[in-house]
T-cell receptor, first 113, second 114 residues
């Protein structure tokens, strides 16, 4: 499976600041996802994205969050006004043809101080 | 409702022992997909296997094997002759036939002691 990049690998930000996390997928990927994992806890679904639209989102994905694929390549997750509890690893994931298996990017560690 | 339960929070075994990680799932969908992922200390999530609900054949890949039992809604994972490199957190996940959301269990932390 081709490698997908996520940038930055680690972001430190102050509470109330906006952050944008980026994922660069491969062209044959079908669905895109964002997940978060608070340290030591389980992986939590945030949102899925298909055909340049949100197809499903969780209760965690409130108005503070947004996703875009602005230029047809990068897939971004924006948190408008970060809170301390947003500190977590954020993973982008994708499902592609023909296997329909889900693979994860290396993750971005977000630390909100 | 979709749910995955991994009742074992932490397991420690001595190298070369066999170990089984349990996964029990709940879903009302007739078609669904089950997954296992490995998360080593470095933090990435590594895909191990996907199983479709209509395929109950067990699978073996090297030292790894998976036992899918629809009758008990379980999808257990066995590592044979464990090695120190197997030390990681292992997550079981479920995707229903409708919707795109993946549901993860809380993970089992496996420590293999040399």
């Amino acid at each position: 499976e081709p490698e997908v990049t996520q940038t930055p690998s680690h972001q430190v930000t102050q509470m109330g600041q906006e952050v944008i996390l980026r994922c660069v997928p491969i062209s044959n990927h079908l669905y895109f996802y964002w997940y978060r994992q608070i340290l030591g806890q389980k992986v939590e679904f945030l949102v899925s994205f298909y055909n340049n639209e949100i197809s499903e989102k969780s209760e965690i994905f409130d108005d503070q969050f947004s996703v875009e694929r602005p230029d047809g390549s990068n897939f971004t997750l924006k948190i408008r006004s970060t809170k301390l509890e947003d500190s977590a690893m954020y993973f982008c994931a994708w499902v592609g043809r023909p296997s329909y298996e889900q693979y994860f990017g290396p993750g971005t560690r977000l630390t909100v101080t | 409702a979709q749910k995955v339960t991994q009742a074992q929070t932490e397991i420690s075994v001595v190298e070369k022992e066999d170990v089984t990680l349990d996964c029990v799932y709940e879903t009302r969908d007739t078609t669904y997909y089950l997954f296992w992922y490995k998360q080593p200390p470095s933090g990435e999530l590594v895909f191990l296997i996907r199983r479709n609900s209509f395929d109950e054949q067990n699978e073996i890949s090297g030292r790894y094997s998976w036992n899918f039992q629809k009758s008990t809604s379980s999808f257990n994972f066995t590592i044979t002759a464990s090695q120190v490199v197997d030390s990681a957190v292992y997550f079981c996940a479920l995707k229903g036939g409708t919707g795109n959301q993946f549901y993860f269990g809380t993970g089992t932390s496996l420590t293999v002691i040399p």
